[in-house]
């Protein structure tokens, strides 16, 4: 395949589609397996943010009060990130090893059956069990997918198609709010079950997939050193090591740092609105009057509307930064994330407003995160590119995990008020414009081998 430079087109790619005709029916196929994976890993995942409330109200019993329920809820929230960062740790470096593909499935198993078991929990430490191990499994996916996607795209295009597999997060988020729409009436343990089932549709589209050619170039390298023996060369040596530990090697510690500091600010400003929202919606509804099948229309839509906000937001993400390089689009996105987020959290009253503002925070909230997929693989090279997601991801998530936590201990000093505790946590935002601040550029460069 001819190689050309990610930005190459830049210019045209907003008017003209005719890319799409290159795309080999290869990477159609890994595209497809990536982005629903992503869809389903979303939807399964964010499910609970849905049931949260009516869940814990059962299980502590109805006498639970809003503040033991937004402790409890930061805590089980927690559980669920800290699992997310394991799975995705641990798994980044297994498919370094073992390969994107393989690991890809493993995940999907491990995060639909455990989201389905979350039905059954008979107590808050049952949930929590169950949350953790979903959380294994749905952190892994990503991960997996991602240098899956990158190196199946690695000469051209790159930037583009890994903003669109991204809108599977923000997919993920609509058919959740859908999900819930249908299945809340019977109650929150259907609407966990409802995450097994889709898992089989993508172990339909699996079979038969093949590991990328920069993977299998670096499993050759891999073998050949190993075979020297004695006589493997200094360098080969080198690309032997621990791959964890080659993150913090002289050449690589610095965009470690970089990815690391980008993964945290992302992160930290979305999750506690994730967990969050859909309760800060029905006790906003509560206080204007709105109860019962009709407040759980209004959050469905509001939810949906957040979704598709984020879709938007993740598919332009790679076609901005082809336009104007991605430093500047991370940086565009997360100061519309302080914007209208703080706007949202700390200025409105009514909830009137919020389907709309919804919309447009969704698109930058959400959408800065196709920046996971495409600045943080160019980073690294192919044999650490997993483990380096992975990583920063993984860092990112167990110090985000006590987001939720702490957004939730802070509702009793602050009233009551969940969307005050939600909009100190979005100020989180600032450490990814730091991140592209001090990073590198590689709009222009070809993706690291």
């Given at each position: 395949?001819?190689?050309?430079?990610?930005?190459?087109?830049?210019l045209t790619?907003?008017?003209?589609?005719?890319?799409?005709?290159?795309?080999?029916?290869?990477?159609?196929?890994?595209?497809?397996?990536v982005?629903?994976?992503?869809?389903?890993?979303?939807?399964?995942?964010?499910?609970?943010?849905?049931?949260?409330?009516p869940a814990?109200t059962?299980?502590?019993?109805?006498?639970?009060s809003?503040?033991?329920i937004?402790?409890?809820?930061?805590?089980?929230?927690?559980?669920?990130?800290?699992?997310?960062?394991?799975?995705?740790?641990?798994?980044?470096?297994?498919?370094?090893?073992?390969?994107?593909?393989?690991?890809l499935?493993?995940?999907?198993?491990?995060?639909?059956?455990?989201t389905?078991?979350?039905?059954?929990?008979?107590?808050p430490?049952?949930?929590?069990?169950?949350?953790?191990?979903?959380?294994?499994g749905?952190?892994?996916?990503?991960?997996?997918?991602?240098p899956?996607?990158?190196?199946?795209?690695?000469?051209?295009?790159?930037?583009?198609?890994?903003?669109?597999?991204?809108?599977?997060g923000?997919?993920?988020?609509?058919?959740?709010?859908?999900v819930?729409?249908?299945?809340?009436?019977?109650?929150?343990?259907?609407?966990?079950?409802?995450?097994?089932a889709?898992?089989?549709?993508?172990?339909l589209?699996?079979?038969?997939?093949?590991?990328?050619?920069?993977?299998?170039?670096?499993k050759?390298?891999?073998?050949?050193?190993?075979?020297?023996?004695?006589?493997?060369?200094?360098e080969?040596?080198?690309?032997?090591?621990?791959v964890?530990?080659?993150?913090?090697?002289?050449?690589l510690?610095?965009?470690?740092?970089?990815?690391?500091?980008?993964?945290?600010?992302?992160?930290?400003?979305?999750?506690?609105?994730?967990?969050?929202?859909p309760?800060?919606q029905?006790?906003?509804?509560e206080r204007?009057?709105?109860?019962?099948?009709?407040a759980?229309?209004?959050v469905?839509?509001?939810?949906?509307?957040?979704?598709?906000?984020?879709?938007?937001?993740?598919?332009?993400?790679?076609?901005?930064?082809?336009?104007?390089g991605r430093?500047?689009?991370?940086?565009?996105?997360n100061?519309?994330?302080?914007?209208?987020?703080?706007?949202?959290?700390?200025?409105?009253?009514?909830?009137?407003?919020?389907?709309?503002?919804?919309?447009?925070?969704?698109?930058?909230v959400?959408?800065?995160f196709?920046?996971?997929?495409?600045y943080?693989?160019?980073?690294?090279?192919?044999?650490?590119?997993?483990?380096?997601?992975s990583?920063?991801?993984?860092?990112?998530?167990?110090?985000?995990?006590f987001?939720?936590?702490?957004?939730?201990?802070?509702?009793?000093?602050?009233?009551?008020?969940f969307?005050?505790?939600?909009g100190?946590?979005?100020?989180?935002?600032l450490?990814?414009?730091?991140?592209?601040?001090i990073?590198?550029?590689t709009?222009?460069?070809?993706?690291p081998?």
């Open positions: 395949m001819e190689q050309i430079s990610p930005a190459e087109g830049s790619s907003w008017t003209s589609w005719s890319w799409v005709r290159e795309i080999t029916p290869y990477q159609w196929r890994v595209f497809l397996v982005w629903l994976g992503w869809v389903l890993d979303s939807t399964d995942f964010g499910l609970f943010s849905y049931v949260l409330r814990l059962e299980l502590l019993g109805a006498q639970a809003l503040a033991e937004g402790r409890l809820g930061g805590l089980l929230s927690m559980v669920g990130l800290l699992g997310w960062a394991f799975g995705g740790f641990v798994f980044g470096v297994v498919a370094d090893y073992i390969g994107r593909v393989r690991t499935a493993l995940s999907i198993l491990i995060f639909s059956a455990f389905g078991l979350q039905g059954i929990a008979q107590s430490f049952e949930l929590g069990i169950y949350r953790f191990m979903a959380g294994v749905a952190g892994a996916e990503i991960i997996v997918g991602i899956l996607l990158i190196e199946a795209f690695a000469h051209q295009h790159r930037a583009k198609v890994a903003g669109i597999m991204m809108t599977g923000a997919f993920g988020s609509l058919l959740g709010a859908s819930y729409g249908q299945l809340a009436p019977f109650g929150w343990r259907y609407v966990f079950f409802a995450g097994v889709p898992a089989v549709l993508l172990f589209f699996r079979r038969g997939m093949v590991e990328p050619e920069p993977f299998k170039a670096v050759a390298r891999r073998a050949a050193a190993r075979a020297a023996g004695d006589a493997t060369a200094p080969d040596r080198k690309f032997l090591q621990f964890p530990l080659q993150l913090f090697s002289r050449e510690r610095f965009n470690t740092m970089v990815g690391l500091l980008f993964c945290l600010g992302t992160l930290l400003s979305i999750w506690t609105s994730l967990i969050w929202l309760t800060i029905s006790l906003m509804l204007e009057g709105v109860t019962g099948a009709d759980i229309r209004r469905t839509s509001g939810m949906q509307l957040w979704g598709i906000g984020g879709i938007l937001g993740y598919a332009s993400f790679g076609f901005i930064a082809d336009a104007i430093r500047a689009t991370v940086a565009l996105y100061v519309g994330t302080l914007a209208v987020g703080l706007y949202l959290y700390f200025v409105v009253d009514s909830y009137s407003v919020y389907p709309y503002l919804l919309f447009v925070f969704g698109y930058f959400w959408g800065v196709s920046g996971h997929a495409i943080l693989p160019e980073l690294f090279p192919t044999h650490v590119r997993a483990t380096a997601v990583f920063c991801n993984g860092t990112g998530r167990i110090i985000t995990s987001g939720p936590l702490v957004a939730g201990l802070l509702v009793a000093p602050f009233g009551g008020n969307g005050t505790a939600a100190v946590m979005t100020c989180f935002a450490l990814s414009i730091l991140a592209v601040a990073g590198r550029e709009r222009d460069e070809a993706l081998q």
